[in-house]
């Protein structure tokens, strides 16, 4: 089984027997959903907590 998973070249591997645009193309669209599900989050963090900052600045002003 091992031996038919062997690629003879570095060319051969990236062609994928020829599937090479469905095997990177489905890796391209994983790649960016991972990206997208731990940078997203991330950005609305930063959001939530520059708005605390900014509301809590204010409250301390207005007293």
Partial sequence: MIEAIQFSSFGEFLN???YALNVWGVYAIFGFF?????LGPLRRRKKILRDLRRRSELESSES
Avoid: K, S, T
């Fill in 34 to 38: 991972v990206a997208v599900n731990l």
């Fill in 16 to 18: 994928m027997g020829g």
